[in-house]
């Protein structure tokens, strides 16, 4: 029998995306609230005790509600909200993190999918803490762009429709400048840092794609090494290739920019260590789509892990 897969909040952008992906799968069952019945407290109760996997596309306490009224029901859980990113008792759905976590996950009742920009942040920060390289206290700064479609139905609104009261006009736009962004606690928690990064994101005016940059001063690191030795630990970490790709250093040198439009519509994502060999600098740089990789793409590989079943091509 086919597992039954309900997505609690398939209406938000994230929920849309993942429905996208699933709706032609003939391996599973896919529950569809009627949308009559999308406020009706019983009913979701219902959808939600009786499938197989529940994806959660919700704000945050809605989330927690969620769980609460069908965990005891032995459903699983995938989480596309930040209540449970950094809970110890919940699996975080990156796969690529380390080794063991895809094994994690396909085992798992409570799997926290991961934020768009700590997805980019981690896979450029982790696998250098772990490898020795990155002291954990090291004083980071991370920054990043993303399309707009990252912000939900509301930042789209703003963005695509000039003519409504809080339409923003800017082309590009910082926020977050009191620097206390939901992604920095996943950031430090999964990164293996003691000590907070200063995160600035932003947000360009194109719908999907983001970049995510990482600067770093090689004689803070452990042992002064190369851009060599930091891309080499990079690419020994994802050797596995799959969808975390090492951009190879001469591919990198022979760049004149970079667009956070690049892995817009795909599921992947690229590791660039940007440079000059014996500056003493480099920049670290993570390309994605913030609904793929990012969002709805992660939270549908974590959905086959758990299921035990090979994505379609």
Known sequence: ??????????????????????????????????AEHRRDADVRTRFLREADIAILCLPDDAAREAVALAADAGTRFI????????????????????????????DAQFVSNPGCYSTGAIALIAP???????PADYPLSINGVSGYTGGGKQLIAQMENASQEDAITAAYFAY????????????????????KPIFTPAVGRFAQGMLVNAPLHLELLNGNPSMADVHAALATHFSS????????L????????????????????RLYVLGTEGTGQLNLVA????????ASGAAVQNLDLMIGVQAPA
């Open 128 to 134: 250098l803490v772990a490898a020795g390289l990155l």
């Open 176 to 195: 977050a400048l009191a620097l206390g962004h939901k992604h920095v606690p996943e950031i430090v928690t999964h990164s293996g840092l003691t000590r």
């Open 250 to 269: 001469s591919q990198s040198a022979s760049l004149a920019r970079l667009d956070p439009e690049e892995m817009a519509g795909t599921n992947s994502m």
């Open 1 to 34: 029998m086919a597992p039954k897969i309900f997505i609690d909040g398939e209406h938000g952008t994230t929920g849309l995306q993942i429905v996208t992906r699933l709706q032609d799968r003939t391996d599973i069952d896919l529950m569809s609230m009627p």
């Open 287 to 294: 390309s994605l789509d913030n609904l793929g990789k990012g």
């Open 79 to 106: 989480d596309a909200s930040t209540a449970h990113r950094s809970h110890p008792d919940w699996v975080f759905g990156f796969a690529e993190l380390n080794r063991e976590q895809s094994a994690r996950i396909a």
């Open 241 to 248: 290739g799959g969808v975390v790709n090492v951009v190879p």
